[in-house]
């Protein structure tokens, strides 16, 4: 049906607007990539229709397709920022960081007040360890805008890494006030608490986090960590074991499980899951 109604449309902005509409706002991501296809089928100098094609193809994990497709748009309209912005994220989620700052910076040459793509440099910065550039370009970004939780939660988990805890504290409770929803942050303040060895407030947030999202095995596996400090294996395990059943690949809970096990006295466990580290780690599979 989709397919029949496609065919019959001859106007490339109708069929960018329902691509929108029925396909990405709909989250039926598959039909906006036919609508999108045939509005470049009609006019493949249309560099937005491109650029919505990259995005529909980023909604199905399709990143690869995505870049060729921000590549066109970019190439059609070298000041297409926005584009610059997804192909950079792209890039990041592929680990191809010097690229991606490369695109981030592009885009804020073009666009100076784009407060997203300072944010996303940020993110850059941060995956690479560069804790002052993360900070600096974040700081930047709130002078655009100071309503953008993601700003807040980057400077945070930078002065996280830092071991400037108090410091992260005050920037993921202003994420907080933003949005209090956001599972994620819970699951950093966690964090800082289990630096700080304040085990309540940890074991409160880590809770709050995936109360908000049971399938965050991010903090599961954090709250296996925060018991384990506290000296109870059994209850670290089960968390570790529930971190692990919702992301079998996830190499922290996989080690944490082969040292739990190792400590209470299990060694086949402690060496199945060992094993099973490993081979995450030398095949580099989602960490």
Known sequence: MVERGIKEIENPEELLQLGLVSG???????NAVEFFERAILLQPSNCRAWFLLGLANDCQENHD???????????LNPDYAEALVNL?????KLGKFDIAVSCFNDALDIKPDYYEAMINLGLCYLDRSELEKTIDVCQRALLFTSTYPLAYITMGRAYLELNQYDKSLEFFQKANEIDSVNHETYNFIGLVYINMK??????????????LNPEYYEAYNNLGVTHAMMGNLKKAIIYF??????????????????????????????????ERAYDCEENQIDY
Do not use: M, Q, W
């Open 65 to 75: 397709k995505g870049i060729d497709c921000y590549l066109r748009a970019i190439e």
């Open 88 to 92: 950079g994220t792209n890039y990041t």
């Open 241 to 274: 074991e529930k971190a692990v059943g919702i992301h079998p690949n996830y190499y922290e809970a996989l080690h944490n499980l082969a040292s739990a096990f190792e400590e209470s006295g299990d060694f086949d466990k402690a060496n199945e899951y060992g």
């Open 24 to 30: 990405i706002r709909s989250g039926k991501f598959s």
């Open 198 to 211: 304040n085990f309540k407030e940890a074991l409160h947030n880590l809770l709050k986090s995936i109360k």
